[in-house]
């Protein structure tokens, strides 16, 4: 465990501790008072360098109901303007599937001709490599797209262009999921005299949603190598009957996952109170 995450978990336990206290005193008849506090939680990597973040484009696929690639750049800009100091640079999309079929799915070479030839490094075109699936319907699909973030030249020269920013990218995987079996739901009863109950009944049921797999990639624009990356999974499901539209279905997962995604470029705060005697 790092120390971030024990931070991260004495804060949790000591906000838990805090509750329970609170509980026991008042069960005692204790006199006391509560102050509201924050808890500080450092950022996943330094952005400081940075004054401006590129989202650049994801490779995407799934659900042809939902353009994963542009909603997912549209929202993450839209939560970086009001939530970072950092300046989002408002361009068109990295057609990053293109990119890496031009790659035919490999790292990039380097040739050995001069420098001079090209002010830099130069890029050999590739030899055809590991065959790039036209569509992405699961994750296995993503694998030979993937290579194309560890093209540092690529991103470096992207970087060049916009002034060497943060960049994000990555892939976002959204696909529909069905799953059937028993759940547990609470069904109210009333007696004959009135009176409430509620029981737990087990139900059969069969149940279609979605789920979400995107990873995260930020890309130091000024070197073109990545600086951290994470990947999240999260699942949405609803009573067959239940007609959900699917890019409604979308925006109900990344709002659970923003928050992770924004703490990874700035700090954010545990709310708790502590409990202090009279």
Known sequence: MTARARKTRHSLVAAVCSSACAALMIACGTSYYEIPIET???????????????????????????DA????????????????????????????????AEQ??????????????????RIAPQAQGVALPK???????????ERVFANTAYWKRIGEEFQNPLIVTGTV????????GYV????E???????????????????????????FIFIDGRTGATMYSESYREEILYNSQQNTPALSSYFELMDRLVPNFL????????????????
Do not use: W
Not at 77 to 100: G, N
Not at 173 to 180: K, Y
């Open 263 to 278: 703490s990874a470029l700035s700090s954010q705060k545990i709310k708790g109170t502590r409990v202090l005697l009279k």
């Open 173 to 180: 995987l959204f696909t529909p999921h069905s799953r059937s």
């Open 104 to 121: 035919g799915g490999q790292g990039p070479a380097v040739d050995d001709r001069p420098a001079s030839d090209n002010g830099g490094v």
């Open 40 to 66: 500080p939680i450092q950022p996943k990597m330094d952005v400081t360098p940075f004054q401006r973040v590129l989202v650049a484009g994801f490779v995407a696929g799934g659900s042809e109901d939902v």
């Open 135 to 145: 569509q992405i319907k699961e994750e296995k699909d993503l694998e030979p797209y």
């Open 184 to 187: 547990q739901r609470d069904v």
């Open 189 to 215: 009863e009333y007696d004959s005299f009135g009176r409430r109950r509620v029981s737990p009944v087990r139900t059969y049921m069969e149940r279609k949603g979605f789920i979400l797999r995107p990873k």
């Open 69 to 100: 690639n542009q909603e997912t750049v549209r929202l993450l800009r839209s939560q970086l303007r009001t939530k970072s100091q950092l300046r989002v640079i408002d361009a068109d999309l990295l057609p990053l599937m293109d990119v890496a």
